[in-house]
């Protein structure tokens, strides 16, 4: 056991480092949604010029091919940079995996480039309003016709839609199969009128997300990833992509706030009260567990492939933190922790999505009882 | 970076465990508990095995090894619920290594490593002053967050017994130190912050055992035509235990590493591995116990004695409340 990096690993730490003190962006715009989209665009464009984006990619499809540690490192230094996040974030994470995983050679041509120059976004069309949780039961219909697909159906809580030129998506083929087979994975053209994309408004006010409403799109066969009716397996595998480097920037992002609340106390002066210093010093024990626990992950990745019982923990500890946190932070602030322009507030009503969005608590704690624990099934 | 035991260590941890499997089974803990006395044969055994001695430095008469070692011993012996007087020999040799003048060290150290003569342990820090590992015990130290501690004979020490839950270990009940031995300079602190590592671990082995003893009955146990594991509100509680542990086990095989690699970050370590295992192991033995229903409440079923111990032991070298209150002040709250 030795908790402390090697040569190398310190080396890419301190390149990381010095590239992002060089080639930091400012402060992102906030107000107009376009106008941050934009900048985060050009963020990644200059991360792609300093050969970052695509840190996971093997070199050869114009990534870096970066160990598991070293994606976590960058992802730590981009976090204690507090520089933004690309705006391809989907791309970089699952639609150029998938298509490097399960893409043919044309395929590989065609869209890996674009995802890295963020010259074209994609989104990614899954759930749907009876679909959340049991995903598979989707219902989104394709049906043959000359030389593709004509796909008609209902998605939701798709990111990026107003912005993508590529969705990720997830149709029923085969309506007699069992609910897992019959389903493929198609890369549909968003910019077609038979698609249409709606902001979802959320209990925050912005619309991060959308629904899209598809009548009749066409996919071409040549858009399909992996073979007719195995798309839920081309799905699962590379929803696993990255999750232990975007681990680390999440473990970056509570550690942050947690140094902020620290400040707030000191503002107003709280820092005697039993109950607070009770809720902070078990913030901080749950941050150090995650924090190590997405080590632990990476150590058993790395060495054997799987990894350890721990790796079904990272996304429930990030929501249950954050949640605690952002509540924490908004009692001290009172009043104050009800305005809507308070940043605390607003993180507090987001964070009441963390415990839902990419699997709810529930389900995770479903995850860990029959494939962790190795209790019987629900059904 | 590696989060992970090497071979060496790994190694250590399944002999261990192999050996308590065959040497110290839950019937067996039950017998020493009953007789109300340590099972001399298998502590006879652990000394001959150099476990109370692996954490300590080689020209002390130790094995030289180091704390994440120790806390692999720990942690299975805790898992196996072992009724030995490990744990307060093993402090009296962390605290004498970390602040013991020469003559002290070479007085105590090599004979409490070959178990020669056993160490019990008091915490001075907060009444009432609790005693562990009285029972046949030759030298006690009484270590002092404020200053100074005290090493000497147990005999010179006035211990009134304890009657704990817990009858897998002995208690006992100390009113004052005045008088009591010899000084330990402040350093000896060092010493305590190791011994709640250990503590931790052991607590760690408990929650363990008390999380596979929940899902294996919740496997076997039908009610309603099915395994009750199957229901949500079961199984739900059963991932909660894991989350509890493996959160333990982060934090206690980190603050042993940082014991002997990075000893500045180890009081901050040492109290947030001690108030988590302290919380996690009672509240992954009690809710076993909720698993286990009625069977679970008897005193025919084993799983009281990881229970008694969980409960004991939290409460043991600091309570999660003065362990968070530490966390606290050592993150500038």
């Known amino acids: 056991m030795d908790l402390t990096l090697t040569e190398s690993e310190a080396a890419f730490r301190d390149e990381a480092r010095d590239w992002f003190a060089k080639n930091h962006p400012g402060e992102t715009p906030r107000g107009d949604e376009k106008v941050e989209f934009e900048f985060r665009r050009s963020w990644q464009k200059t991360l792609h010029d300093g050969g970052w984006a695509g840190l996971s990619w093997p070199a050869e499809f114009g990534g870096r091919g970066a160990s598991l540690i070293e994606q976590t490192l960058f992802n730590e230094e981009m976090g204690a940079a507090d520089a933004p996040l690309p705006a391809n974030v989907l791309g970089l994470v699952m639609g150029g995996p998938v298509v490097i995983a399960h893409g043919d050679e044309a395929q590989k041509e065609r869209y890996l480039e674009p995802i890295l120059s963020a010259e074209e976004i994609w989104c990614q069309g899954f759930s749907e309003p009876e679909s959340g949780s049991d995903l598979a039961s989707l219902k989104t219909r394709a049906v043959k016709s000359d030389g593709g697909w004509k796909i008609t159906g209902q998605k939701v809580w798709t990111t990026y839609a107003h912005e993508a030129k590529w969705c990720m998506l997830l149709a029923r083929t085969d309506q007699d199969a069992p609910k897992h087979q019959g389903i493929t994975y198609f890369l549909l053209d968003m910019d077609q009128a038979e698609v249409e994309v709606r902001p979802l408004r959320q209990i925050t006010g912005e619309a991060e997300f959308n629904e899209i409403f598809l009548e009749e799109a066409f996919v071409p066969d040549d858009n399909i990833v992996g073979e007719v009716g195995a798309g839920w397996s081309v799905a699962i595998t590379t929803l696993m992509f990255e999750r232990a480097g975007l681990g680390a920037l999440a473990v970056v992002g509570l550690g942050r706030a947690y140094e902020e609340l620290l400040k707030l106390i000191a503002e107003r002066d709280v820092g005697s009260d039993p109950s607070v210093r009770e809720r902070m010093a078990k913030l901080k024990i749950g941050l150090e567990a995650m924090r190590l626990g997405a080590m632990r992950t990476l150590t058993a990745t790395m060495k054997t492939g799987i990894p350890g019982p721990e790796a079904s923990l990272g996304k429930w500890e990030w929501a249950v933190l954050n949640q605690e946190m952002t509540d924490l932070a908004t009692e001290i602030l009172g009043v104050d922790g009800l305005k809507s322009d308070e940043e605390w507030t607003y993180r507090f009503l987001r964070s009441r999505a963390n415990s839902i969005e990419g699997g709810t608590t529930e389900v995770l704690k479903n995850i860990v009882a029959e494939r962790v624990l190795g209790l019987p099934r629900l059904r | ?333």
Not at chain 2, 58 to 72: K, N, P, W
Request: charged share 25%; with cysteine; glycine share 10%.
């Open chain 2, 1 to 333: 970076m590696n989060f992970d035991l090497t071979e060496d260590q790994r190694e250590i941890k399944d002999v261990a465990r192999q050996f308590l499997e065959s040497r110290c089974k839950l019937d067996d803990v039950r017998k020493a508990a009953d007789a109300g006395s340590y099972d001399e044969g298998l502590w006879k055994e652990i000394c001959e095995l150099g476990w109370p001695g692996i954490a300590t430095p080689e020209a002390d008469g130790g094995q030289g090894l180091g704390m994440v070692e120790l806390a692999t011993i720990c942690e299975e012996l805790g898992y196996a619920c072992a009724p030995v007087p490990f744990m307060g020999s093993v402090i009296d040799s962390l605290v004498i290594a970390a602040g013991g003048s020469a003559e002290q060290r070479a007085r105590w150290l090599p004979n409490l490593a070959t178990g020669e003569v056993r160490g019990a342990a008091v915490m001075v820090d907060s009444a009432p002053w609790v005693a562990i590992d009285t029972e046949g015990a030759t030298v006690v130290v009484t270590p002092d967050s404020n200053g100074v501690g005290r090493v000497g004979e147990a005999s010179e020490l006035e211990i009134v017994p304890l009657d704990l839950i817990d009858k897998t270990r002995s208690y006992g009940e100390v009113a004052s130190t005045d008088g009591f031995g010899e000084e330990l300079p402040p350093e000896h602190y060092q010493g305590v912050l190791k011994s709640q590592v250990a503590l931790s671990a052991e607590m760690l082995g408990l929650a363990q055992r008390a999380m596979e003893m929940a899902v294996d009955y919740a496997r076997d146990r039908e009610q309603f035509g099915r395994p009750i594991g199957a229901y949500q509100a079961v199984s739900h509680r059963c991932a909660e235990m894991l989350y509890a542990v493996e959160e333990t086990r982060s934090l206690v095989y980190y603050a042993a590493w940082c014991a002997d690699a990075e000893p500045e970050t180890l009081p901050l370590a040492a109290a947030m591995a001690k108030a988590q295992a302290s919380e996690a192991s009672w509240s992954v033995v009690s809710s076993s116990l909720q698993v286990h229903g009625g069977i679970g409440f008897t005193w025919e079923h084993d799983l009281q004695f990881l229970l008694k111990r969980a409960r004991t032991d939290g409460r043991l070298l600091g309570t999660p409340k003065q362990e968070r209150a530490r966390v606290a002040d050592l993150v500038g709250v």
